[in-house]
């Protein structure tokens, strides 16, 4: 059965509300090897909400604490935590966790810059513990089903993609100030934020990204009201690039939120075989696979179909480790993931590394958006390409 986790939920906005929802299908799966025993936020309302709402679900005794230090120093033991934080704070707290020898599930991006998330890296090495990525989009049946149709051959030999998102947000509709705008603390906009599961659904699919060619703009002056001024974030609005893939696959990603008029998204994936078209998306990073396959000689299968064929390939070892207690959602899965790995012993699937290399890819976007140079993934990866990145590597001093 291996041994029972106890886990630290450090950050309790939004994204961890997902993660709670994610626990609670866990339990009532019948998942039995983890207890969530201390809750973190600055806030400390956040902190003591989500204990509370823990305790009335599902009678666990939550402590509360209003910052990672003050946990460490508490003597509770804690095998790992699972940290949704602002990005700029990624490092900070996983370091700090992982020094204070709690193995780490960091919400994506792994680190807010690629600088930032190589100091994860290096200290989950020293202390040789977990450093896991929080990445759900490829975990779910969808991902898994067409990474399945790619790479057992229904579709042949991937070739090319395409995925676009055009829509329209009024620049005049003023937001308030929000760590996400922040450079320091958000370090980036959607190349990189929700894109990030795009990023990482594709290298999963397809591979390694070799080189990138990007225009990243903003269209329109976004300006946010912070206290009682008017600031335009720095965030693109509008980016199209080109992927060239190590195995020679084309991909085309376009996202904007500047085209008036009616927006559309399109996403068609053509291998030598057939090709998946789906054009009922709500954005290409957030693909949830509702799209058909169309093969050579006419046959199509929609998704459901599809997803039927893929799950008649599993043996229910395979079935069991992918989706356990027949859970095909991603965020509870990649949780699954973290509590089975630590309670066994074994690796997650998303550590940090692979984390950073999807890192590296969306950084090697706003590097070349920036420099309007083709930009190898290998240069961000080591440190010899981040004009884009150094202002803020230089706030955090890395
Ligand atoms: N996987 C997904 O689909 C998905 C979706 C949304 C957000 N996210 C990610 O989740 C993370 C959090 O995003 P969110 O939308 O929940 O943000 P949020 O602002 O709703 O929550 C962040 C929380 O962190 C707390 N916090 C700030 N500084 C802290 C500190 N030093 N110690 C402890 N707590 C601190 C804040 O008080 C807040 O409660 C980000 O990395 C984001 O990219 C992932």
Redesign the pocket.
């Known amino acids: 059965m291996g041994k029972t986790i106890d886990i630290a939920i450090?950050?309790?906005?939004?994204?961890?509300?997902?993660h709670l929802n994610g626990y609670e299908e866990l339990l009532r799966g019948g998942e039995r090897r983890f207890r969530i025993v201390a809750a973190?936020?600055?806030?400390k309302e956040?902190a003591d909400a989500f204990a509370q709402r823990l305790h009335d679900s599902v009678g666990f005794d939550v402590k509360t604490f209003t910052?990672?230090d003050k946990l460490l120093n508490s003597g509770l033991h804690i095998d790992g935590a699972d940290i949704?934080?602002?990005?700029g704070?990624?490092h900070?707290?996983s370091c700090q966790l992982l020094a204070g020898g709690v193995n780490v599930l960091c919400?994506?991006?792994i680190g807010v810059t690629v600088k930032a998330s190589k100091k994860i890296a290096a200290m989950a090495k020293k202390t040789g513990l977990v450093a896991a990525t929080?990445?759900?989009c490829r975990r779910s049946i969808g991902q898994r089903t067409i990474h399945w149709a790619f790479n057992d051959g229904l579709l042949g030999q991937p070739r090319m993609w395409w995925a676009i998102a055009a829509s329209w947000r009024d620049p005049a509709q003023v937001g308030g100030w929000?760590?996400r705008i922040d450079r320091k603390l958000g370090g980036c906009g959607m190349v990189m934020?929700?894109g990030?599961?795009w990023v990482d659904t594709m290298r999963y699919w397809f591979g390694e990204v070799d080189s990138v060619y990007a225009r990243v703009e903003q269209i329109y002056d976004r300006p946010h009201q912070k206290g009682d001024r008017l600031v335009n974030s720095t965030q693109e609005d509008f980016w199209t690039c080109i992927f060239n893939f190590a195995s020679g696959l084309i991909g085309t990603w376009s996202w904007t939120i500047s085209a008036p008029g009616k927006g559309f998204t399109q996403l068609t994936m053509a291998g030598t075989k057939g090709s998946l078209i789906d054009s009922d998306i709500f954005h290409p990073a957030a693909f949830q696979a509702r799209g058909e396959a169309q093969l050579l000689d006419g046959t199509s299968y929609n998704m459901e179909k599809l997803q039927q064929m893929y799950q008649e390939t599993l043996s229910s070892r395979k079935r069991n480790q992918l989706f356990p207690y027949g859970i095909t959602g991603g965020?509870t899965l990649e949780l699954w993931d973290f509590i089975d790995a630590l309670s066994k012993g074994r690796p997650v699937e998303i550590d940090v590394e692979e984390g950073l290399r999807s890192k590296a890819v969306s950084e090697a976007v706003y590097e070349s958006g920036k420099s309007g140079d083709v930009v190898k993934v290998k240069d961000v990866l080591s440190g010899k390409v981040n004009a884009y990145q150094k202002d803020v590597d230089r706030m955090w001093k890395l």
């Open positions: 450090v950050g309790c906005g939004g994204m961890a509300g997902a973190v936020d600055e806030v956040g910052s990672v949704c934080s602002p990005h704070l990624h900070v707290l919400e994506k991006p929080a990445e759900q929000h760590w934020d929700s990030a599961h965020v």
